[in-house]
């Protein structure tokens, strides 16, 4: 896989996270509220419909978040604390192809890959030379380069959020769910725990999918988590630390080699 591939599957796994997420709290129908507690705090009077669509509001205002991300269908796996102001630190995983520590302070970027990284981009010698020469080096550039600027994508959050509170609509040539059909509804599960924090799950199911959004019981009702499960298939979104500043930590000017260093050996590759 080229490494314009590979930060085009990383902005797709997010989108998809966000699907998944808006997928769960734009159905029509909503349960009725459960007047018993059961664990529930002051949930137990809401409908699964009113506590999806409060969870997402309380996503949209989140000023920073981390969000980590994996599914059964892809290897690629995010793991980043984000903010508004596309602030960034974290990591994106693309299994045997490698993974790169990520850090973005407004336009600029710097990517750490590992020996696989390395490796999975250029072949032979050249990978092992190269993973050797910058291990523990951060590239560095601005999001002017073409590479960074598609990577640092995943660092979006006003991205994210708007894509969560901004639905799909059906496609045009019809594929969409016909008027007449029924509404899928939203029920309660179980009260549990998510990470040490106690959550209630809100569960949809239509169409052989089972959506399931954890949302936080005490204080501020965020969600916490969001499963999918279709066709054997599963994705997971776990979403922590809301309004944690990112940190301001970057790289020290030893620490770092200009990005062109990947790029040129890239293409001395594509060459070969």
């Known amino acids: 896989m080229t490494s314009r591939r590979r930060a085009a599957s990383v902005t797709a796994a997010l989108t998809c996270g966000v699907t998944l997420l808006a997928g769960i709290t734009c159905t029509t129908a909503a349960a009725a509220a459960d007047t018993s507690d059961g664990g529930e705090g ?94 523990n080096t951060f590239l560095h550039g601005t999001t002017k380069d073409a590479f960074l600027h598609n990577l640092a994508a995943a660092c979006d959050l006003k991205a994210f959020q708007k894509s969560a509170s901004t639905p799909g609509k059906p496609s045009s040539s019809g594929s969409g769910t016909p008027s007449h059909a029924p509404a899928a509804s939203l029920t309660k599960g179980t009260p549990t725990t998510e990470e040490g924090t106690r959550v209630l799950p809100i569960v949809k199911k239509a169409k052989g999918a089972v959506q399931t959004l954890y949302v936080a019981i005490d204080g501020t009702h965020y969600p916490r988590k969001l499963t999918a499960e279709l066709d054997h298939r599963t994705g997971v979104i776990q979403l922590s630390d809301y309004n944690t500043p990112v940190s301001t930590k970057t790289p020290a000017p030893g620490d770092t080699a200009d990005i062109s260093v990947l790029e040129k050996r890239l293409k001395d590759a594509q060459g070969a």
């Not at 508004?84 to 790169?100: D, F, H, L, P, Q």
């Open 42 to 135: 002051d949930l137990a009077n809401k409908s699964a419909q009113q506590i999806a669509d409060n969870a997402l509001q309380q996503l949209v205002g989140a000023q920073s978040l981390r969000l980590r991300t994996r599914t059964s269908a892809d290897p690629t796996k995010l793991d980043l604390t984000l903010d508004r102001a596309g602030n960034c630190t974290g990591a994106i995983s693309k299994g045997e192809y490698g993974s790169v520590e990520l850090i973005k302070r407004g336009d600029q970027v710097w990517m750490k890959p590992d020996a696989a990284f390395w490796k999975g981009q250029l072949p032979g010698k050249s990978g092992q030379e190269a993973a050797t020469k910058y291990e």
